[in-house]
């Protein structure tokens, strides 16, 4: 086949990438070629091609990122899949949480940090460009597919590589088992960390000239130098060891000897002996496999091991060197200086968009997850690429902000807080305390505070969040999404001790929950998404080990899960499609939300106040929007000790309609008068509103100016839900309030309605003024699950006998007539341009592209054929999993029926929108 691409803009590139990954799909491990061809090409084009229409908001070109491994940092993280390597114990080497050294010369090695293992030892260029966080850094959208089958694997020629057992044992003998507790899925090899005083992995350290590792084998401390270098024109690389005393035989496994190894491939060992006393010796195996056994030593015990296929394989350096003592000079010494710009908005709350330091000397993509605050008003964020940024000046009108690196090498972080004055980071290896030993400005020591925690490989099992607790203790969120195997802690909440030593599970089933803890009380929150068994957006309290209602993909889903806890409160999809992070604003400069909860929407960016109700036997809430003035998709926030505003940063990784890749963002209250309420309390005789202001007493006393709907869900196999009215029919059941009152202070309604029941769900819409004449119009989304008693008296009302009469409705508001125009806007209110792209591109997309689909021939998994003509595209719209098209079946991420939720106007809408995309 022959096929031309023209290629003038970023989207242009973007359409051809998707055509080149739709034309390979069918090849085996043709696409982990495209993804290292798509970073080579835009790296090589970086200086020769203006790729424009670039979203991330600052005109650098999409193409002029370095590559995403740094050749001048010494290690990486990453999963590593090594099991095409070998057979017998070899043939399930899989590494979750592995640190990837580039130890020079085309030398790499993976150590597995659960299991102190180097579990592959190869030359060549590193790792096949796979993961989430590589795959998407120059394709921004383009994602992993879930499960554990296709993972970066070594690219190159593999020398050494050990099986899912110890690399470290202790005893007269080794075994090659795995002696960790299983999980749910025995095959699952992400089991954790070691059990007892087995061993335990602490540092990093980076020093002149590479790193060294540092863990505890058996009660026994052990510093180790991996490094490489050429003898003879050939690599060699060599690890250097360090022990404590020694007071029982040790085991180190340095690998199975793989076919690829030629037989000039050597292992050799100095010094085996000091003052003539044997402390470690090489033993090699008839199947191949070298180890090395550790004599008992009252002394500290010092040997290097080098490996290599040349003639002259000779260990090299005094094991006391200063170089590989001492702390790596700083790498990234220039700050970015750069200046944001003050919204000009009259609302109570701006939002101050702040620029990244996306032109910088590494040429570096900056795509920020989460940031927290020093008690000074320094920032840390954490990028999805494993960074760590500094930034300083985010305080006044944001002129003299500065970014400096700080460090590297993570595994896909998405949180990060502080504890006094220590930084942790959460990634797939862990919780990492970031320090700074030498003052330099940069970190020199990455310590693994905690791993107490099982990881497995799936592309989906995110470090999603941590957050800090007031005992000192910190909540970490992990991704649920599986596809492959089932995991210990996929989809949980948890706690990890203060020390870091333990870990319990507050909350599980969750299918990517985003957090956020009460600083004050420790109330844990989570976000997560509609799905199986889940049928809109839920925001969460997280606690007593609870089960959420999501099931993954590959577990059955015919029978109803039992003991699902209902959520704090749901949200209509429509209305935020994609939960994120939730910030709490104590001790804060935000006016009349000081004390409020702050959930992030990430789908369309947008931030809500969450009103908590805590009147009845269980806590209840209602949120309401607080803005949309945001040119990224949020994932997390923090309060600034210094200027007592809200910060919120994000990245795209998921579907959204966001216009930048990724920002950072003030959220600053001005002082203009706040509309928001501050209470919304469903009651047995209606809902009670707070506001903050004095409202103009005509327009809130007309029962015309509000309106209400309810409707029910219902928790099935299938993806989402209908909407349902409480006869069981579907669609939305409208009520009309009978009577309105007002406070004596004119800061508070209540809405008298007649057969007020507990629902799924309520919306609730105003539209009302100031007493100065400020029109304000706004909708809250709750949950009513028990309805209190209204005193009158008590909530500043006086007397009242509240008129429950039947009302009319109100004439009936206009829809908009059927058009493709407003088929477009439908789909992108209803979030469905996450998932089906308009222009044909299939990158970051989990649903078929809508371009060109009218009139084409479709083919099901069950090898049924149709035509996409608009009976077809209804029933899609109406039962999304009758029929679903070969190739989109292993996606986790469902579409929801919309039968109750849209209008028939509204769905011709689209179906004209769709049509119109030929």
Not at 56 to 67: F, K, Y
Not at 339 to 347: C, F, Q, S
Not at 839 to 847: E, F, L, P
Request: net charge neutral; glycine share 10%.
């Amino acid at each position: 086949m022959e096929a031309r691409l023209t290629v003038r803009t970023w989207t242009d590139l973007k359409n051809a990438l998707s055509k080149i990954l739709f034309w390979t799909s069918d090849c085996v491990g043709s696409q982990e070629f495209v993804f290292r061809l798509i970073g080579v090409f835009l790296a090589a084009t970086a200086s020769a091609a203006d790729l424009s229409g670039s979203a991330s908001g600052s005109g650098l070109r999409q193409s002029a990122w370095a590559e995403y491994v740094e050749a001048d940092f010494p290690f990486f993280s990453s999963v590593l899949d090594a099991r095409t390597l070998g057979t017998g114990v070899l043939s399930n080497n899989i590494t979750p949480r592995g640190i990837l050294l580039n130890l020079g010369h085309g030398c790499w090695a993976c150590f597995d940090t659960d299991l102190l293992r180097m579990s592959a030892l190869w030359t060549g260029q590193g790792v096949t460009p796979v993961s989430m966080s590589q795959c998407s850094y120059h394709v921004a959208g383009a994602k992993a597919p879930e499960g554990q089958e296709d993972l970066p694997k070594p690219l190159g020629t593999p020398w050494l590589a050990n099986g899912i057992y110890p690399g470290w044992q202790m005893g007269e003998i080794f075994s090659l088992n795995d002696p960790r507790e299983s999980g749910p899925d025995p095959r699952e090899v992400g089991r954790g960390l070691l059990p007892g005083s087995a061993g335990q992995f602490k540092s990093i350290h980076l020093v002149q000239g590479g790193v060294r590792l540092e863990y505890d084998v058996a009660g026994v401390s052990v510093k180790e130098w991996p490094a490489a270098q050429l003898e003879q024109g050939l690599p060699v690389v060599q690890r250097r060891f360090r022990l404590d005393p020694v007071p029982h035989p040790l085991w180190l496994i340095l690998g199975c000897r793989l076919l690829n190894a030629n037989e000039s491939f050597k292992a050799v060992l100095t010094p085996g002996q000091v003052a003539g006393q044997t402390v470690a010796e090489i033993i090699e195996k008839a199947d191949g496999l070298l180890a090395v056994r550790v004599y008992p030593s009252e002394k500290p015990v010092e040997f290097q091991v080098a490996l290599g296929m040349g003639i002259d394989v000779t260990p090299w350096g005094p094991s006391g060197d200063d170089r590989a003592q001492k702390p790596s000079p700083a790498r990234w010494a220039q700050a970015i200086p750069l200046r944001a710009m003050l919204a000009a908005e009259k609302d109570a709350y701006g939002v101050d968009n702040i620029p990244l330091p996306l032109e910088n000397p590494w040429k570096r993509n900056v795509r920020l997850a989460d940031l927290a605050f020093f008690k000074d008003g320094r920032a840390a964020a954490v990028t999805f690429d494993g960074d760590v940024w500094i930034i300083s000046g985010l305080v006044g009108e944001l002129r003299s902000v500065s970014w400096r690196r700080f460090t590297s090498g993570l595994h896909e972080p998405l949180g990060l807080c502080v504890r006094g004055d220590d930084l942790f980071v959460v990634d797939r290896n862990g919780i990492w305390r970031l320090r700074d030993t030498d003052g330099n400005g940069e970190a020199d020591v990455h310590e693994l505070f905690s791993n107490a925690f099982a990881q497995t490989a799936e592309t989906r099992e995110f470090a999603a969040g941590i957050r800090l607790a007031p005992d000192g203790s910190f909540v970490i969120a992990k991704g649920g999404q599986q596809g492959s195997t089932i995991g210990k802690h996929n989809g949980s909440v948890l706690r990890v001790s203060p020390d870091g030593k333990s870990a319990t599970v507050l909350g599980r089933g969750l299918r990517q929950p985003l957090i956020g803890v009460n600083p004050k009380t420790g109330l844990v929150t989570a976000s997560d998404q509609q799905g199986h068994y889940v049928p809109a957006t839920p925001l969460h309290v997280i606690q007593g080990g609870q089960y959420y209602g999501y099931i993954p993909l590959i577990l059955p889903k015919e029978k109803y899960p039992a003991a699902i806890a209902d959520p704090l409160t749901w949200i209509p999809h429509p209305i935020n499609a994609s939960g994120a992070g939730q910030v709490w604003l104590h001790d804060v400069g935000m006016g009349p939300l000081n004390g409020a909860l702050i959930h992030l929407g990430y789908y369309r960016p947008e931030l809500f106040v969450v009103l908590l109700n805590e009147r009845a036997s269980r806590m209840q809430a209602a949120v309401v929007s607080l803005t949309r003035n945001l040119e990224f998709a949020p994932l997390a926030g923090a309060v600034n000790p210094i200027d007592g505003q809200l910060y919120v940063a994000g990245f795209q990784i998921f579907g959204t309609v966001a216009k930048q890749i990724s920002g950072l963002a003030r959220v600053r209250y001005t002082g203009a008068p706040c509309m928001l309420p501050h209470d919304v309390l469903p009651m047995e005789q209606g809902i009670l509103l707070r506001f903050n202001v004095v409202l103009d007493a005509k327009k809130a006393r007309d029962p015309v100016n509000y309106s209400v709907e309810r409707w029910n869900y219902t928790r099935t196999a299938s993806y989402g839900s209908p909407h349902f009215r409480l006869d069981g029919s579907k669609g939305q059941e409208s009520m009309v309030p009978s009577s309105a009152y007002l406070s004596a202070d004119g800061k508070s309604v209540f809405l008298g309605i007649a057969d007020m029941k507990s629902v799924m769900q309520m919306r609730l819409g105003w539209a009302l003024a100031t007493r100065e004449g400020l029109r304000f119009e706004q909708n809250t989304y709750f949950t009513p699950y028990e309805l209190t008693q209204f005193d009158s008296a008590a909530e500043g009302f006086g007397p009242l006998t509240i008129d429950l009469m039947p009302r009319k409705a109100p004439g009936g508001i206009a829809l908009a007539p059927a058009s493709a125009e407003e088929g477009g806007r439908v789909s992108e209110l209803m979030g469905c341009v996450a998932c089906h792209s308009a222009d044909g591109s299939t990158i970051g997309r989990v649903g078929p592209t809508w371009k060109g689909l009218y009139g084409s021939p479709r083919v099901f998994v069950d090898r049924s054929k149709a035509l996409a003509d608009e009976a077809y595209l209804r029933e899609s719209i109406w039962e999304p999993s009758r029929r679903v098209v070969t190739g989109f079946e292993k996606s986790d991420t469902g579409m929801p029926s919309y039968e109750g939720v849209l209008s028939e106007g509204q769905i011709e809408s689209l179906v004209l929108y769709i049509k119109s995309l030929r």
